[in-house]
């Protein structure tokens, strides 16, 4: 594995008088605005970042007008979408394929709606499997928080009694799913991944959560996630550890780290996850699944914890495309609840699943995500673009990018509005329970000025705008590794605090840029690798970078790439 040593470091090296001025001002901060002592080595951690922070906004916000603000970030990623480089197909191969003989036969949700249709099952009999499969699930991995068997059994007799009675039925209606412990449920309990969360019961659906409903899926669990969200190897300190559902020895990636393992046990069709910094498509990568982070307001966060408004993304992880583009035609669209809910249209995102992705231009940035990568993940992924070779996509140089300082600007902005959510409990501690990593990160925002904040907002709109204009000018998508390491061991997260900081670090380094510019990345899997000293054969995932509203394209050239592999049909050997 590598050492901190063997990656450029994104930390800056200061003079002692720098690194004294700023350990000053992180101290005196937290200590006279918050009351919050930190120690020496809180200080050290704090005054690192503020360096880093401080110097991309000296080199990027000198250049603002006063005509930038926040709001041009929703008005640039409007003014960046893409017209469908396709029409409507009006058949799809997948409507063609016969009709499964049962349930073995059934690769996803695609083919069990069909089997349910042809009175081959009944929902009854596909929930009661599921609940099976989340009890072994949670006993191999402890993905679940909580099971709704007789709730999801009394759901799945009436959704029979539905169908029996001919009643019109949702496009998902009877579909297994489990979700994230971050999304509010009426009158259930919601703990965002904490060991205490004194908050009173939900009183409204998250916007998700309904929309799914509506379309006829059932909720059979509360899935694992990490606490607030704010730590990508999966593990949680305060509540108990998910792990990996290939090898218990090893991180199933966070913070949807639930979510990514009952998907890849084959306990659900679907689950749904939240991405401030790949918290999607990290798990999905480390489990073997697929999982879609949508355009930022594609998707309604209402009513679900906020660890970064404006970097936070609902979507859904499923075993395969076709099955994302099922849960997006229900999960898309504005919401009343949500100001940040992009009003814009809708398509129907199964409507090009079955459309050729011949010439389709796909970009490969080089230096940033390649830089110091694991051989091994390296030539899993170069294997995935010679697939979509093979269907006729042309592979293209892009332009480079600071990636390093879009990184840097996204993590201070989610620093800010994350120590601003759960102030009370940093406020709180020991009493709040946090975890000790939680814990840090909070304590990482409390320094930062309100004006620093406010130019990385106002930057976003001008390097979305930027990034479009250069990278993806001449591309329709761009391909790019999830992580660049491979999967870590839970042990190596628990011993020496720098290869913990290194290794939380390299899990999010080639994701975070895509939530800071808002635009929409599938990750797909595409091969194994072998765990150090011989152990498991750990999943390696790629991922598809589209242009703002472009997850029509982004979806079909997953599909068609699952067309032609079947990393994504393998399953843990646990759950065969």
């Not at 390299?506 to 150090?532: I, K, S, V, Y």
Request: negative net charge.
């Amino acid at each position: 594995m590598k050492t901190p040593q063997d990656r450029p470091s994104d930390t800056p090296v200061t003079a002692t008088g720098d690194a004294d001025r700023w350990r000053a001002l992180a101290q005196g901060s937290a200590q006279v605005w918050f009351g919050i002592a930190l120690d020496d080595a809180q200080q050290a951690a704090q005054a690192s970042h503020l360096a880093r922070w401080h110097e991309h906004l000296g080199r990027l916000a000198p250049g603002l007008s006063p005509t930038e603000g926040p709001e041009t970030f929703a008005v640039a990623l409007r003014q960046g979408t893409r017209p469908p480089s396709q029409e409507a197909g009006t058949s799809s191969r997948y409507t063609a394929r016969p009709v499964p003989k049962d349930l073995g036969e059934c690769v996803d949700w695609w083919d069990k709606r069909q089997l349910l249709q042809s009175g081959g099952t009944s929902v009854v009999e596909l929930v009661r499997q599921s609940l099976t499969s989340l009890q072994a699930a949670h006993q191999a991995t402890g993905a679940c928080i909580e099971i709704f068997h007789d709730e999801a059994l009394d759901a799945a007799a009436q959704a029979d009694h539905l169908r029996q009675e001919g009643r019109p039925l949702g496009p998902l209606h009877g579909m297994p799913l489990a979700h994230k412990d971050i999304f509010h449920r009426t009158e259930r309990a919601v703990t965002y991944g904490m060991k205490q969360h004194g908050a009173s019961l939900p009183t409204q659906d998250a916007g998700a959560i309904r929309r799914l409903q509506d379309a006829g899926a059932l909720n059979l669990a509360r899935l694992h996630m990490t606490e607030l969200a704010f730590d990508p190897s999966g593990l949680n300190e305060a509540r108990g550890d998910c792990v990996n559902p290939w090898s218990a020895q090893h991180v199933p990636g966070g913070s949807s780290s639930g979510s990514g393992a009952v998907v890849a046990w084959g306990a659900v069709d679907g689950a749904l996850g939240t991405d401030t910094g790949g918290s999607i498509r990290i798990p999905a990568a480390l489990c073997g699944v697929t999982g879609l982070k949508p355009t930022y307001g594609r998707v309604s966060r209402s009513h679900m914890m906020a660890l970064s408004f404006t970097n936070d993304h609902v979507g859904p992880l499923a075993r395969t495309a076709r099955d994302c583009a099922l849960m997006m035609n229900a999960l898309a669209g504005p919401d009343p609840f949500d100001p940040s809910a992009a009003d814009v249209p809708v398509p129907d995102f199964t409507r090009h699943l079955a459309q050729p992705i011949e010439g389709v231009r796909i970009g490969v940035p080089q230096a940033f995500f390649r830089a110091g990568m694991d051989g091994a993940l390296q030539a899993q992924v170069d294997n995935s673009l010679k697939v979509f070779e093979s269907l006729g996509a042309r592979i293209c140089e892009v332009p480079d990018f600071d990636y390093d300082a879009v990184n840097a600007l996204g993590a201070m902005v989610t620093r800010a509005e994350a120590s601003m959510a759960f102030l009370s409990h940093l406020k709180g501690f020991p009493a709040s329970g946090l975890g000790q990593v939680t814990r840090g990160r909070l304590e990482e925002g409390l320094a930062i000025p309100a004006i620093s904040y406010l130019q990385g907002l106002a930057l976003r709109g001008r390097l979305l705008r930027e990034f479009l204009a250069s990278v993806m000018a001449d591309v329709d998508v761009l391909h790019a590794p999830v992580c660049a390491v491979p999967t870590p061991a839970v042990t190596a997260l628990r011993s020496d605090p720098a290869q913990t900081a290194f290794l939380l670090g390299e899990l999010t380094r080639l994701n975070r840029p895509f939530n800071f510019l808002g635009l929409p990345a599938l990750a797909l899997p595409c091969g194994f690798h072998q765990a150090a000293g011989g152990g498991a054969a750990l999943p390696v995932g790629f991922q598809l970078i589209g242009t703002p509203f472009g997850e029509e394209l982004l979806l079909a050239m997953g599909a068609a790439y699952q067309t032609l592999t079947d990393w994504h049909l393998q399953r843990p050997p646990g759950a065969r």
